[in-house]
């Protein structure tokens, strides 16, 4: 089992900056963030993989940062560049078995965190 715990959402104006971290109780394969706004699908953000490799969906790409720290068990989004169309709730996730890459689809995860919001005034 392994708990995910988000903080670091907020309000911010476009074109400002926020990071997003998340403590996990134990490290996993991959970890991904995720954002779901008001009447719209989950979207994949950002993944990274235990080896350190990164993807990124097209829509942030250049302006967010995927990281982990030395012991793997938390990650970060970084963000950059912040449009309205980010607004949204993010999500941590996690996935629960060896993986040699990670995919930003969720049913690939199965550890979720609460989620923190995200708002971006224009």
């Known amino acids: 089992q392994v708990q995910l715990l988000e903080s670091g959402g907020g309000s911010v104006q476009a074109g400002g900056s926020l990071m997003l971290s998340c403590t996990a109780t134990?490290?996993?394969?991959?970890m991904a963030w995720f954002r779901q706004a008001p009447g719209k699908e989950r979207e994949g953000v950002g993944t990274?993989?235990?080896?350190?490799?990164?993807t990124y969906a097209d829509s942030v790409k250049g302006r967010f940062t995927i990281s982990r720290d030395n012991a793997k068990t938390s990650l970060y989004l970084q963000m950059n560049s912040l449009k309205p169309e980010d607004t949204a709730m993010y999500f941590c996730?996690?996935?629960?078995?060896?993986?040699?890459?990670?995919?930003?689809?969720?049913?690939?995860?199965?550890?979720w965190g609460q989620g923190t919001q995200v708002t971006v005034s224009s």
């Open positions: 996730a996690a996935d629960s078995g060896y993986r040699p890459f990670c995919r930003t689809d969720p049913y690939d995860y199965v550890y």
């Open positions: 134990r490290y996993t394969y991959c």
């Open positions: 990274v993989h235990i080896g350190g490799s990164t």
